[in-house]
């Protein structure tokens, strides 16, 4: 069985602050992909990263995908209220229809 | 309506009851899954349907009986469920299967939050 590891489970920081937070497992993933889950909503993607040391950028957002595609990381930069939220972390195996293998999300509150 | 819709947001029930989640896309999309959210655990994958033919079942107790009468549709049936299983119960559909390399995105419905008494 695939496992993600996600850390912090909780995070809770100052507005303006920035903040990292990892995603890491002992097996490899063909992709990851990073949701946001705000209260009484589903997930929502973020971004997909593919490639072994992919780095992509969402405005404040930075997704680093791990030269080995076994882990990534997720920095917030000058955090906002607004983001604060469930992040989960999801990777695809690209093995057969398993969907996709989710973490147990790091749940982040920013505070005004 | 656009995107993914479940119905009902909430819902309280006994042991013996049976009733139904109901999930409706309106995307397009050939797959469907219903997802078990729990408090400290990860999403777990309760069932997936591509073009209305059931591909996976993660060894999910028989009290959950899904059903995707068309591709748009998706319900969840209950029956005997037991306080163990409240939790958020989230739909959620993809243009095509994901889980097989090909980085599709899951559409997540708002979930239904379940209770059992």
């Known amino acids: 069985t695939q496992l993600l590891e996600q850390s912090p489970q909780f995070l809770s920081i100052q507005e303006g602050e920035n903040l990292t937070v990892y995603c890491n497992s002992s097996?490899?993933?063909?992709?990851l992909q990073w949701y946001r889950q705000e209260p009484g909503e589903g997930p929502v993607l973020l971004v997909t990263v593919v490639t072994g040391g992919e780095v992509k950028k969402l405005k404040r957002l930075t997704f680093q995908f791990g030269d080995a595609r076994k882990d990534s990381s997720l920095h917030i930069t000058a955090a906002q209220p607004g983001d604060t939220g469930l992040y989960l972390c999801a990777g695809d195996s690209g093995g057969g229809a398993d969907g996709l293998t989710f973490g147990k999300g790091t749940h982040l509150i920013i505070q005004p | 309506e656009t995107g993914v819709t479940q119905t009902p947001r909430h819902l309280v029930m006994g042991m013996t009851n049976k009733k139904s989640l109901k999930c409706e896309q309106h995307l397009g999309h050939n797959a469907m899954y219903w997802y078990k959210q729990s408090a400290k655990k990860p999403l777990e994958l309760m069932f997936v349907y591509s073009l209305e033919e059931r591909v996976e079942n993660n060894s999910v107790p028989s009290r959950f009986s899904p059903e995707c009468p068309n591709s748009s549709h998706l319900f969840l049936h209950l029956h005997t469920l037991q306080p163990e299983d409240s939790a958020l119960y989230l739909c959620?559909?993809?243009?095509?299967?994901?889980?097989?390399?090909?980085?599709?995105?899951?559409?997540f419905g708002e979930g239904s939050r379940l209770t059992v008494l």
């Open positions: 959620a559909s993809s243009h095509e299967l994901v889980g097989q390399g090909n980085t599709g995105e899951l559409f």
């Open positions: 097996s490899v993933f063909s992709s």
